[in-house]
């Protein structure tokens, strides 16, 4: 029988990276990458990106560095995100009116087009990702992932 808990396994201090957190995340994470790119390679569109412009459908017009913190990027991804996505006119920039320094995004006509035809898309990825779960698993793992997030 397998030691699963960490309990156990402070017990037996055998170190398994197949049953280690940051493994099975990154594994995780590279199935939900690969399922991503499969629903989203005829946009060209990275995860990123598309987080980027959700959540800007979402709250309509951000700074970067808000928009950087909401998607949880770190500054220098965002600014290279948010270059790509105004280089492809999906959004837009526009001066701060009580900070001329800084500099506001929305989304572009064609940016919301764009992102509205994609939502489907986007549950579908996370539908699939989750596929060998139950409805309750399902619900748990994310609620769990969110507490350590």
């Known amino acids: 029988m397998k030691d699963n808990t960490?309990?156990?396994?402070?017990?037996?201090?055998e170190y398994r990276v197949e049953e280690q957190i940051g493994h099975l995340l990154r594994k995780a994470h590279q199935r939900a990458s690969s399922i991503f790119q499969s629903h989203f390679s005829d946009?060209?569109?990275?995860?990123?990106?598309?987080?980027?412009?959700?959540?800007?459908k979402d709250?309509?017009?951000l700074s970067q560095n808000?928009?950087?913190r909401l998607t949880a990027m770190d500054p220098a991804?965002?600014?290279?995100?948010?270059r790509?996505?105004?280089?492809?006119?999906?959004?837009?920039?526009?001066?701060?009116?009580?900070?001329?320094r800084r500099m506001l995004l929305r989304l572009?006509?064609?940016?919301?087009?764009?992102?509205?035809?994609?939502?489907?898309?986007a549950g579908a990825v996370s539908r699939k990702t989750l596929a060998a779960l139950n409805d309750d698993e399902q619900?748990?793992?994310?609620?769990?992932?969110?507490k350590l997030a």
Request: net charge negative; charged share 30%; aromatic share 2%.
């Open 139 to 146: 619900r748990k793992i994310i609620e769990l992932l969110a």
């Open 43 to 56: 946009v060209q569109l990275t995860p990123t990106q598309f987080a980027a412009l959700a959540k800007l």
């Open 77 to 82: 991804t965002i600014q290279g995100v948010t």
């Open 6 to 13: 960490l309990q156990e396994q402070h017990q037996h201090p």
């Open 108 to 121: 572009t006509d064609e940016g919301q087009t764009l992102t509205d035809s994609l939502v489907e898309k």
């Open 66 to 68: 808000h928009l950087g």
């Open 84 to 100: 790509r996505l105004i280089d492809r006119g999906l959004i837009q920039t526009r001066a701060d009116d009580n900070d001329r």
């Open 59 to 61: 709250e309509k017009e």
